[in-house]
């Protein structure tokens, strides 16, 4: 691989979005396939209560610096609140609430927020 491709996929931009990528394929996995429930919770609760709010945050907070303690904070009020929001429009679909579901909307609306927040950066950085 060369050096600068290396280098794109650990930038600041990008770190993120692989870290929530390889967490929901665990997460879509244990899901799917595994039936120990200790390792679905292990696996779903911090990444349910933490990853929709962070991608969130991202994409709010723009250029502007936040406390590791304030966006632990931030990140977990804004995931409940999402998650739960996510939960009503999933109910209302021919889907239903499943677990699969929920970890696919998580996914998707997390990787579409770091997706936007990185492009949003890098439109600002070319300025």
């Known amino acids: 691989m060369p050096r600068s491709l290396i280098r794109r996929l650990l930038s600041r931009d990008s770190a993120p979005?692989?870290?929530?990528l390889l967490w929901s394929v665990a997460l879509l996995l244990?899901?799917?396939?595994?039936?120990h429930p200790t390792l679905r919770w292990l696996i779903s609760i911090p990444y349910l209560v933490f990853a929709p709010?962070?991608?969130l945050l991202t994409l709010l907070k723009g250029t502007r610096?936040?406390?590791?303690?304030?966006?632990?904070?931030?990140?977990?009020?804004l995931s409940l609140c999402l998650v739960g929001l996510?939960?009503?429009?999933?109910?209302l679909t021919p889907v239903g609430v499943t677990s699969s579901s929920v970890a696919a909307s998580v996914t998707a609306f997390t990787l579409g927020a770091?997706?936007?927040?990185?492009?949003?950066?890098?439109?600002?950085g070319a300025r």
């Open 86 to 91: 996510m939960g009503l429009v999933l109910s």
């Open 53 to 55: 709010g962070y991608g």
């Open 65 to 77: 610096e936040i406390d590791v303690t304030e966006g632990l904070a931030l990140s977990l009020g």
């Open 30 to 35: 244990s899901t799917s396939t595994t039936t």
């Open 114 to 124: 770091l997706t936007a927040s990185a492009y949003l950066r890098r439109l600002r």
């Open 17 to 20: 979005l692989l870290a929530v």
